[in-house]
């Protein structure tokens, strides 16, 4: 489900999620009241034609750690049938632009950096994060769900009952309460272990993938030190 874009005005549409249109808006996670922060964008047409080859092709995962201003994308992502595409410039800049926005938000430079094609669906079930701030970008397929916590019984968060399905009713009753990001779109999470924000994290869940949805390749950018 997606939120009528009329309602969400630039910079805030309710005080626990945020939507931004341009990078600094990333900021705006460290308020007090902000548990998720969503910068709404969208990728050029020859970056979306190469991330959907690469969706297609091998699978591959890479999982870095280091200076947020000295991974090496460029040699990272070599070695694959669509490495010699033009546009892999442009994949690269975005990804050092991620990796940088996360350490400027969180005034960390050490960053862990994990890229993927994801054929099955990791986390179905309804949950927070038990680290300080993360940020995901759905490069391409379908996005992460969320939800707001008015419609989240949190009670019931880490109670598996006998299918992810019943687990994720007991969660959140109201299927039409979910929302999901946008491909491309960037989301500053914040869980369970930032400062006074236990018990509050963002609740959220891999998607299930379509029925044309081969695979989806996500980004995920942690602080290196947990």
Not at 12 to 32: F, K, P, T
Not at 90 to 105: F, H, I, T
Request: aromatic share 8%; glycine share 6%.
């Amino acid at each position: 489900m997606r939120l009528d874009e009329s309602n969400k005005s630039s910079g805030s549409y309710c005080r626990e999620v945020l939507y931004v249109q341009e990078q600094a808006g990333l900021a705006q996670i460290l308020g007090d009241k902000a548990a998720l922060c969503i910068w709404q964008r969208k990728p050029e047409p020859a970056l979306a034609q190469l991330l959907a080859h690469a969706a297609d092709s091998e699978p591959f995962s890479l999982d870095e750690v280091g200076d947020a201003q000295s991974l090496d994308f460029a040699t990272l992502l070599q070695g694959f049938a669509w490495s010699s595409d033009p546009a892999l410039r442009l994949w690269v800049e975005d990804l050092r632009r991620l990796a940088m926005a996360y350490s400027a938000v969180t005034g960390s430079s050490a960053v862990r950096c994990r890229l993927a094609v994801v054929s099955r669906v990791d986390c179905p079930v309804f949950h927070t994060d038990w680290i300080g701030l993360r940020m995901l970008c759905t490069y391409h397929g379908s996005g992460t769900e969320f939800v707001h916590s008015h419609n989240v019984d949190r009670s019931a968060l880490c109670k598996p009952l006998d299918t992810p399905a019943l687990t994720n009713a007991a969660i959140v009753s109201n299927r039409l309460a979910v929302e999901q990001m946008q491909p491309f779109e960037v989301g500053l999470f914040k869980g369970n272990a930032w400062p006074g924000h236990k018990g509050r994290g963002i609740v959220h869940r891999s998607p299930t993938l379509r029925p044309h949805e081969l695979a989806r390749i996500k980004l995920t950018i942690d602080q290196a030190d947990g």
